[in-house]
């Protein structure tokens, strides 16, 4: 499956198919990510069950504490 | 009153406007890299009072990126709040300067807008759990407060309105451990201008009273050229501790205890005794000298070096111990010398 990832297209392998096991495959803690698939940020609850599909325009930022 | 002549042509501002920030008050926590470009933009613009509050000293690796600071503030140690205060009044003698230089726990921090309310807090420290506290005091006094941190040329900014956008407890469900900070990462210098540009600017919207305050979280990368915004809206949680309908402040239970904290990027731990007044500084110092410990001093902390490990004590009871990243280590050598 092939995803636009903040801006870069990256293939993605097949096990990953929901947005938790796209975070658990760029090793972010869920917790402290923020996703949006298609322009519409999705609810932490649903990581496990957000399919994500071929094309999707998905954002992902984490939190960072320096300053 | 040419001074203000370029902001007050800006539309959205105008005289108007520059009244109004004239009126204001700000509260900076922090006075690093990201608390030093803050004060130094929002003491140009010519706010009322700014109160800035940092626990840390000036040193060599602070100077490539913290733009307050020079050689002579790290070669005297000062205190950042000390050594920011002294540069801002010399840029602008209008604003009222306030430094304070103490750890930003609930108990100041709830203090301190208690005492002002302040019209917008502006976050430039360098670790989530002051960012809690900050964020539930925003929410208990209903002072709006901007989100901002960088690492490497990661930066970004988010900025609370209580009652209106999700906090950061809704966005961050847990307290991030172990994320990169300036030490494993490094930072360069225009992602700082970057995060404090956007900070800045949402500020002075907050402080003229403009509807148009971005409400998006915002992200960005300086050396890959990416920036993006996100609407986060739909992730405000109406059971909240922080926010929600039965809210409860949780990173403001304080607990009154000695507290060991590893400083991001320094080697170096630092100890808060819950025990702040009472201090016998004279006799301790005395005591290490007879020790045949060199012991140097300035007005506001004095230090000392056993081993390849140095004491920084400030007056307020806080020390600092560096070369250890180790508290088990750090707090063995607080009770030998200083317990």
Redesign the interface.
């Known amino acids: 499956m092939r995803c636009i990832i903040?801006?870069e297209t990256i293939e993605l392998p097949h096990h990953v198919r929901t947005v938790a096991q796209l975070l658990r495959h760029f090793h972010i803690?869920e917790?402290?990510a923020?996703v949006?698939i298609n322009?519409d940020?999705v609810?932490?609850d649903n990581y496990e069950q957000r399919a994500i599909a071929d094309g999707d325009r998905i954002?992902i930022?984490?939190?960072?504490?320096?300053? | 009153m040419d001074r203000y002549s370029r902001q007050q042509r800006f539309a959205p501002i105008g005289a108007t406007g520059q009244q109004r920030i004239r009126e204001k008050r700000v509260l900076v926590v922090?006075a690093?890299?990201?608390?030093a470009a803050n004060a130094e933009t929002l003491v140009r613009a010519g706010v009322g009072k700014i109160t800035i509050v940092d626990r840390d000293y000036v040193e060599w690796s602070n100077l490539q990126r913290q733009q307050l600071y020079t050689e002579e503030d790290a070669i005297k140690r000062l205190p950042k709040a000390m050594a920011a205060a002294t540069h801002l009044r010399a840029i602008n003698s209008d604003v009222v300067i306030e430094p304070i230089v103490a750890d930003a726990d609930a108990r100041l921090l709830e203090y301190l807008v208690a005492r002002d309310r302040p019209h917008v807090i502006i976050?430039?420290?360098?670790?989530?759990d002051v960012r809690m506290i900050i964020n539930d005091v925003s929410q208990k006094y209903a002072v709006p407060w901007i989100y901002?941190?960088?690492?490497g040329s990661?930066?970004?900014s988010y900025v609370i309105i209580p009652h209106e956008t999700p906090c950061l407890r809704c966005?961050?469900?847990?307290v991030?451990l172990g994320?990169?900070?300036?030490d494993t990462?490094g930072?360069i210098s225009p992602v700082v201008h970057m995060?404090v540009a956007h900070q800045t600017a949402e500020a002075l919207k907050i402080l003229v009273n403009d509807e148009r305050i971005n409400r998006k979280?915002v992200?960005f990368d300086i050396w890959r050229g990416?920036y993006?915004m996100?609407?986060?809206k739909?992730?405000k949680k109406d059971g909240c501790p922080s926010c929600g309908d039965k809210r409860t402040y949780p990173a403001l239970q304080y607990e009154n205890e000695t507290k060991f904290a590893v400083l991001?990027?320094r080697d170096t731990v630092q100890i808060r005794p819950a025990q702040r007044d009472g201090w016998e500084w004279t006799t301790l110092i005395s005591f290490l000298q007879q020790q045949g410990i060199q012991v140097e001093r300035n007005d506001y902390l004095f230090s000392f070096t056993v081993d390849w490990h140095r004491f920084v004590v400030f007056f307020d009871g806080r020390v600092f111990i560096h070369g250890t990243n180790d508290i088990q280590e750090a707090k063995r050598l607080y009770y030998q010398y200083l317990g």
């Open positions: 903040n801006g803690h917790k402290i923020i949006e322009m940020i609810p932490k954002e930022v984490h939190f960072v504490g320096g300053g | 922090g690093g890299a990201l608390g976050d430039s420290t360098d670790n989530f901002g941190a960088c690492v990661y930066g970004l966005l961050l469900e847990e991030p994320v990169a900070t300036c990462a930072i995060v979280l992200s990416q993006r996100i609407d986060v739909r992730i991001c990027g």
